[in-house]
């Protein structure tokens, strides 16, 4: 597995060799040693998966209270997956990254806690599995509008053609939210 800093100190790109033939492809999408040599925790408490259709956003979503770092990939389809510096603390703060996330490439990507993630649908379909560190915790769900101007996040989609959930079109401009010290 090769394993390459990114523009944000802490988030990490992960690819995995995809092997092919005439049968198909394979790849392997964990491997507890190799993380933990690249320093990635050893302790995953839950798995989750989403699946969406085509201009579905997400996020930009943490957690407060329960900090959750978040393994991503993604298993059919595309998507642009973005991560977000929330600690104020950070001399990132407020700086994002985005990595185009496909099924076929074995890229997935290291979000550690402390930072926002979202993520946009850019195939008809697309499945999105995630590891994280922490359990849900509902009373620390936050969101940060991904629109924020001051983010200056560029979605290959327009506000009007992106599909937001209600909670996500109602979340906090960074300037307001609740973030990370």
């Keep these: 597995m090769k394993i390459a800093e990114t523009a944000l100190p802490g988030v990490l790109l992960l690819t995995a060799p995809v092997y092919r033939d005439a049968r198909g492809a394979f790849t392997e999408t964990f ?15 839950q798995d989750n998966f989403s699946l969406s259709q085509k201009n579905v956003l997400r ?4 957690q407060v209270g329960r900090p959750q770092g978040k393994l991503v990939r993604v ?6 997956d973005v991560a977000v510096d929330l600690q104020r603390s950070s001399p990132a703060f407020g700086r994002h990254v985005a990595v185009e996330l496909s099924a076929g490439s074995g890229d997935m990507l290291w979000i550690p806690p402390g930072f926002g993630h979202a993520f946009l649908a850019l195939t008809d379909e697309a499945g999105f599995a995630y590891k994280v560190t922490e359990y849900y915790f509902p ?6 509008v991904w629109t924020d101007p001051d983010l200056a996040i560029s979605w290959p989609i327009s506000p009007e053609a992106a599909i937001v959930s209600g909670k996500d079109r109602g979340g906090s401009l960074l300037r307001d939210a609740e973030v990370f010290p």
């Design 31 to 45: 491997n507890l040693r190799e993380m933990v040599e690249a320093g990635l925790p050893a302790e995953w408490p």
């Design 59 to 62: 996020g930009i979503h943490y």
């Design 75 to 80: 298993t059919h389809g595309a998507v642009l």
């Design 139 to 144: 009373a620390g769900e936050r969101a940060i």
